[in-house]
Nanobody
Framework: EVKLVESGGGLVQPAETLTFSCETS????????ISWVRQAPGAGLEWVSR????????YYAESVKGRFTISRDNAKSTLYLRLDDLKPEDTGIYYC?????????????????WGQGTQVIVSS
């Protein structure tokens, strides 16, 4: 059974920090790139960050660059995201997925695995 389980969301104030985990099983996590994708209330999917199977290949959306940090532990088949300096516009549900491109992730194209999401609310 394929599983991707996100955790770490919550309610925080602006400028605070959250850390997410995505624990996976049932597919070849260690050989695939994997992404974080978010969806703000009433909005479409927005690709946030991606890391390839090589730890030196990391990409961020401009909206989060300099504030979010993606990492992975292939031995644990787990993806992480540290969210620093959170802003109200970061509010939404965050998903991890093995979608491999901006288009595939943002359009939620078939053929990829997705978790159930973890929610973050940034509000004062």
């Amino acid at each position: 059974e394929v599983k991707l389980v996100e955790s770490g969301g919550g309610l925080v104030q602006p400028a605070e920090t959250l850390t997410f985990s995505c624990e996976t099983s049932g597919f070849a996590f260690s050989s695939q790139g994997i992404s974080w994708v978010r969806q703000a209330p009433g909005a479409g999917l927005e690709w946030v960050s991606r890391t390839t199977n090589r730890v030196i290949n990391i990409y961020y959306a401009e909206s989060v660059k300099g504030r979010f940090t993606i990492s992975r532990d292939n031995a644990k088949s787990t993806l992480y995201l540290r969210l620093d300096d959170l802003k109200p516009e970061d509010t939404g549900i965050y998903y991890c997925s093995n979608c491999y491109s901006l288009n595939a992730c943002s359009a939620k194209k078939p053929g990829y695995y997705w978790g159930q999401g973890t929610q973050v609310i940034v509000s004062s």
